[in-house]
């Protein structure tokens, strides 16, 4: 009841704001009726939810546009997505340490913990202080290990692209 209030609010929010309310309407009357079955005497409504699945498609398209902005510039685009896997990979990995190091040797035990070996992990720094003690902890270092070695060397490449640019930049001005 709540999530269908929250979906009913939103749609009253955005109609509001939106300059063109017919075009707002094209994809907007998803949201209006996945926000029905909040009130009661319409209870037939609930199959209706089945529509919210409709909405994944404004937001692939809306990915869509996202990705068209970010790759303009490769370059840029190559630097972006390297930032985002490497959030996710420490993010996946610290969660996924936390699963499997439960042995009573293991001294990753906290979140903290598990952010700080991620971290030094994907950035191959290791400082040694933790370190994960069963198998599946070791495999999940070796792609962190694995991943970070890529990122890094894409990061490499794309501050090594800016002195590339800039070179060309000055010989086109001298020229």
């Not at 509001?16 to 075009?23: F, H, L, M, P, V």
Request: glycine share 6%; with cysteine; proline share 2%.
């Amino acid at each position: 009841m709540i999530s269908c209030a929250f979906f009913f609010l939103e749609f009253c929010v955005r109609f509001y704001q939106a300059e063109n309310k017919a075009r707002f309407m094209r994809w907007g009357w998803i949201d209006l009726i996945s926000s029905i079955p909040m009130v009661d005497f319409l209870r037939a409504g609930r199959l209706l939810r089945l529509i919210r699945l409709l909405r994944l498609i404004r937001a692939f398209r809306s990915i869509h546009q996202l990705v068209s902005y970010i790759f303009r510039n490769r370059a840029q685009g190559a630097f972006t997505s390297v930032s985002i896997i490497a959030i996710l990979l420490i993010i996946f990995s610290a969660i996924g340490i936390l699963q499997v190091e439960k042995d009573p040797n293991s001294n990753i035990k906290t979140a903290e913990d598990a952010l700080w070996w991620a971290y030094v992990t994907i950035t191959t720094v290791g400082y040694g202080d933790k370190y994960p003690v069963t198998t599946e902890g070791r495999i999940i270092a070796v792609i962190l290990m694995t991943g970070g070695v890529g990122l890094f060397g894409t990061f490499t490449a794309y501050v090594a692209s800016w002195f590339v640019n800039d070179k060309n930049e000055q010989a086109n001005n001298q020229g």
